[in-house]
């Protein structure tokens, strides 16, 4: 069985400018996660009338491949880097450049492969014994028990409070629980420590969206559409809460 370390290294050669978003078409992010940014006070929720967020999913066609981003350069800087995320320091400087790559997205593929490298990479938590919480916890939410994910979830930002994805990941398990106000603080954290967090970035918005705020809601999806451009939900809510907050255009 390979340690956390190993793991590690593998992952990160995979996660590096263009071979990274080429492995990343091959594997899927095993984790569920709210769409979505925000920063505003709480107000009494209302009852949404629309579905919970939807979590993290693989396309369901494979992206073609990187031919119009991936220049001979960036796979020879793939190439000759072997780097390994022993610490957060040094994921934080992987997410770093992949998100400086998606914001710099010239078409929807490229940008979902990028995405699908950086969901993975905040998969990373470096713990054998939080990748172990993790996946009960996962296994727990799959199977709508989630007491137990919380308790998991719980133990894990105890141990890695640094990790952002165990918050978000307990942020999904309190909003499928309609708790959006434990949501709205543990996703407040996740961009705490990762500002460019698109996915939290968005379940704020929802969140807020839910509430009412639609002007802090508005401000948070274009957050989010700014870190991650060819996002269509995150658009087609902007439209709607543009005309909502700001009237139709002429």
Known sequence: MQTSSQRARVFVRRHTVAGTLACALAGTLAVSTL???ANDGAATPRTPNAAPPQSTRPSTRPTPPLQAQATGDEEAEASNADLAASSAEERDRILDDLYARLGKSESADFAKVVQIAIERMWGFSGSDTVDLLMRRAQAAIAKKNETVATNLLDAVVGLRPEYAEGWNRRAFVHFSNKDYERAFADLRRVVIIDPKHFKAIGGLAVILREWGRDKAALAAFRKALEVNPFDEDVRKAIREL?????????
């Open 35 to 37: 769409p979505a940014l």
């Open 242 to 250: 543009e005309i909502e907050v700001e009237g139709q255009k002429i």
